[in-house]
């Protein structure tokens, strides 16, 4: 079987930092890829560790530790147009990915 | 760069009826195209990988002769849900690989078609 775990909800404040965590269990990885979602829209790419450790993409990074199945996002100096759905994402192959169950983002003024 | 379109955005049919929703690839050949399906505030679950030229893979529990897909070219993928009803009343969101410049990993997402089956 395949399973992606993240927080359901995370609530945090305008220019703060939050860490959205994923973890993951899967017959398979090539990699793990994080995606933004505003509601009605289509997700948008932001980072992909195919190798442990940090990837840095401006105000957001991405970790993974392969061998903990283990990885977050972090989003730096939070805005609100930040509050949206995040997910973690694995390729099982070099092109199927599989979504996790999605990390919901409020940004308080 | 790298823009997938999806037509129509959204739709409305009734029960017993089918439907059908393109996906291009605009500025890029796409030879690996992807069908998800997406419910209200849930994750997006993969249907099916479309690839040009050949039959469609579907995921476990994806009904195949429900949901038709066809690769015609490397810039279009299309989904018809035959026979909709109510319960297949979801977003769906197709997206595709392959586009120059398109860092390791990525897969470009269409904006989705919303459909409501009555």
């Known amino acids: 079987g395949q399973s992606l775990e993240q927080p359901s909800e995370v609530t945090a404040v305008e220019g703060a930092i939050v860490q959205i965590n994923c973890t993951y269990q899967t017959s398979g990885f090539y990699g793990l890829s994080w995606y933004q979602q505003h509601d009605g829209g289509a997700p948008t790419f932001l980072s992909y560790n195919a190798l442990d450790g940090l990837e840095e993409t401006g105000r957001f990074s991405s970790f993974l530790s392969r061998s903990d199945s283990y990885g977050y996002l972090l989003l730096q100096e939070l805005q609100m147009k930040d509050s949206a759905s995040y997910f973690c994402?694995?390729?099982?192959?070099?092109?199927?990915?599989?979504f996790g169950s999605g990390t919901r983002l409020l940004v308080r003024p | 760069g790298a823009v997938v379109s999806q037509h129509p955005s959204w739709v409305i049919c009734k029960s017993g009826t089918s439907v059908k929703i393109e996906c291009r690839s605009l500025d890029f050949q796409a030879t690996t195209m992807f069908w998800y399906r997406q419910f209200p505030k849930q994750s997006l679950m993969l249907m099916a990988t479309?690839?040009?030229?050949?039959?469609?893979?579907?995921e476990q529990g994806v009904e195949k002769d429900k949901f038709l897909i066809n690769h015609a070219s490397l810039t279009l993928s299309t989904l018809t849900v035959t026979s909709a009803h109510p319960e297949d009343s979801s977003f769906y969101i197709c997206?595709?690989?392959?586009?120059?410049?398109?860092?390791?990993?990525?897969?470009?997402f269409g904006p989705g078609t919303r459909l409501t089956v009555l």
């Open positions: 994402a694995v390729y099982k192959s070099s092109y199927k990915l599989i």
């Open positions: 479309s690839n040009e030229g050949s039959k469609a893979t579907y």
């Open positions: 997206s595709a690989r392959g586009a120059p410049g398109g860092g390791q990993g990525e897969q470009f």
